[in-house]
């Protein structure tokens, strides 16, 4: 196959115009040759779809190939993978429309990938940046993703993000697209990852996956996502995820499960809601020196068990 790009940088969108434009200038501010790029906008809305070809237009005056596709069927997997058919780079460049790249995000990946390994995926740091009013007992760490500040090589059961993922086209002729029966619907996040299942099929075919630090991206999280409401609906969609992803890990096939295992999953989603039980009875005797808000106490402490709890109620019904 010729490649006529470089870089297809593709980017699923769905109502979120003020994101878009957000993205679309931190790509171009960037200090390189743009001759070898090309972005292209996968719009899951019909009704946002004249001010996407708007802002295309923008762009496409100053000499850049920006062009945008509507994809009719909703969710991020067809998004994605309506960007893998119309891309024409050699490396493909999935980012997300609530970020924007890191200074030097284009840079760094161009000298990564002048290494030739076509076996590479690539991915790196989300650092959150928060829009409008803080909250006094938000703290970053509950929304970053990062694996400290040196290059490694990603195994089992780590993951790279589908937000910030590099690959090659080479590759992915191997690996295969997004599965569609993952992923999120428009605005619904209740279904385990799409990029988790397919960076495990990478996994499975042996692929290169490197995490580098320089290849990060600030990640913009909405007000209404920095709720206690919010913050625990994102703990469940996790969960879901890692019950995937432990699925995945260990090869197990739940449609072998008999009805012991799901009782035994159910039996163990019972004992974690009595250990819930107990730590709220502790909340107004926690460390304040430690969590000063009773928000903190609950993220940092109650909602991971509530994650084992939905991890186990997950596996039940996967295996159904």
Same mark, same amino acid.
């Given at each position: 196959?010729?490649?006529?790009?470089?870089?297809s940088?593709?980017?699923?969108?769905?109502?979120?115009?003020?994101?878009?434009?957000?993205?679309?200038?931190?790509?171009?501010?960037q200090?390189?040759?743009?001759?070898?790029?090309?972005?292209?906008?996968?719009?899951?809305?019909?009704?946002?779809?004249?001010?996407i070809?708007?802002?295309?237009?923008?762009?496409?005056?100053?000499?850049?190939?920006?062009?945008?596709?509507?994809?009719?069927?909703?969710?991020?997997?067809?998004?994605?993978?309506?960007?893998?058919?119309?891309?024409?780079?050699?490396?493909?460049?999935?980012?997300?429309?609530?970020?924007?790249?890191?200074?030097?995000?284009?840079? !760094?990946l161009? *000298?990564? @990938?002048?290494?030739?390994?076509?076996?590479? $995926? %690539? +991915? =790196?740091?989300?650092?959150?940046?928060?829009?409008?009013?803080?909250?006094?007992?938000?703290?970053?760490?509950?929304?970053?993703?990062? !694996?400290?500040? *040196?290059? @490694?090589?990603?195994?089992?059961?780590?993951? $790279? %993000? +589908? =937000?910030?993922?590099?690959?090659?086209?080479?590759?992915?002729?191997?690996?295969?697209?997004?599965?569609?029966?993952?992923?999120?619907?428009?605005?619904?996040?209740?279904?385990?990852?799409?990029?988790?299942?397919?960076?495990?099929?990478?996994?499975?075919?042996?692929?290169?996956?490197t995490y580098?630090?320089?290849?990060?991206?600030?990640?913009?999280?909405?007000?209404?996502r920095?709720?206690?409401?919010?913050?625990?609906?994102?703990?469940?969609?996790?969960?879901?995820?890692?019950?995937?992803?432990?699925?995945?890990t260990?090869?197990?096939?739940?449609?072998?499960?008999?009805?012991?295992?799901?009782?035994?999953?159910?039996?163990?989603?019972?004992?974690?809601?009595?250990?819930?039980?107990?730590?709220?009875?502790?909340?107004?005797?926690?460390d304040?020196?430690?969590?000063?808000?009773?928000?903190?106490?609950?993220?940092?402490?109650?909602?991971?068990?509530?994650?084992?709890?939905?991890?186990?109620i997950?596996?039940?019904?996967?295996?159904?």
């Open positions: 196959m010729v490649y006529h790009y470089l870089l940088i593709v980017i699923p969108t769905y109502r979120n115009l003020t994101g878009v434009k957000r993205l679309l200038d931190s790509i171009f501010s200090t390189c040759d743009f001759s070898g790029i090309e972005v292209l906008l996968i719009n899951n809305s019909i009704d946002d779809q004249q001010e070809d708007q802002i295309c237009g923008f762009y496409q005056q100053q000499g850049r190939r920006v062009l945008s596709y509507l994809e009719p069927v909703l969710g991020v997997s067809f998004a994605r993978n309506r960007g893998i058919k119309m891309a024409q780079g050699e490396w493909l460049v999935f980012i997300d429309d609530d970020e924007e790249l890191g200074e030097n995000y284009l840079q !760094y161009m *000298k990564i @990938i002048k290494t030739g390994d076509k076996n590479m $995926l %690539l +991915g =790196g740091p989300y650092l959150p940046v928060f829009d409008g009013a803080g909250l006094p007992w938000l703290k970053e760490k509950y929304f970053s993703f990062d !694996y400290g500040k *040196k290059v @490694i090589s990603i195994k089992p059961p780590q993951v $790279l %993000l +589908g =937000g910030n993922l590099v690959v090659s086209c080479q590759f992915l002729k191997k690996v295969g697209a997004f599965s569609s029966s993952y992923g999120y619907l428009g605005t619904d996040r209740s279904l385990p990852g799409e990029d988790t299942e397919f960076i495990f099929r990478s996994f499975e075919i042996e692929g290169n996956l580098h630090p320089d290849l990060y991206i600030l990640h913009h999280i909405s007000p209404d920095y709720q206690l409401k919010a913050l625990y609906s994102r703990c469940r969609w996790d969960a879901n995820t890692k019950g995937l992803l432990y699925l995945l260990y090869h197990i096939d739940p449609s072998n499960w008999d009805s012991r295992v799901r009782f035994y999953h159910l039996r163990d989603a019972i004992r974690t809601l009595l250990k819930l039980s107990r730590l709220y009875m502790k909340l107004p005797f926690r304040h020196r430690e969590f000063p808000y009773p928000e903190n106490y609950i993220v940092e402490v109650i909602f991971p068990i509530y994650a084992h709890f939905w991890f186990e997950a596996l039940s019904r996967l295996s159904q």
